[in-house]
């Protein structure tokens, strides 16, 4: 298993840390950001395919900002590929 953190750009969370194993998704961690929201987007991606989360998540937009920390995950798990 291989750990990875990324440093976010354009939105309230500043890093977000994960693991990745065989490409399944694992202890998404955001650091700062919206408490609910990044409690229920790690829930949801948990054990899932990095290849599968990756276009659900890519584009998301918060508010009138051109990226989410959704979107920021996914340019992550795009790097750690």
């Given at each position: 298993m291989a750990h990875f953190t990324y440093k976010t750009k354009g939105t309230c969370s500043s890093q977000i840390d994960f693991d990745?194993?065989?490409?399944?998704i694992?202890?998404?961690?955001?650091r700062?950001?919206?408490?609910?929201n990044l409690q229920a987007i790690p829930a949801l991606i948990e054990g899932a395919r990095a290849e599968d989360?990756?276009?659900?998540i890519s584009g998301i937009?918060?508010?009138f900002r051109n990226t989410s920390c959704?979107?920021?995950?996914?340019?992550?798990l795009?790097?750690?590929l």
């Open positions: 990745l194993e065989d490409g399944v694992h202890n998404v961690v955001f700062g950001g919206c408490h609910g989360v990756i276009p659900k937009r918060c508010g959704a979107d920021q995950l996914s340019k992550a795009q790097e750690a």
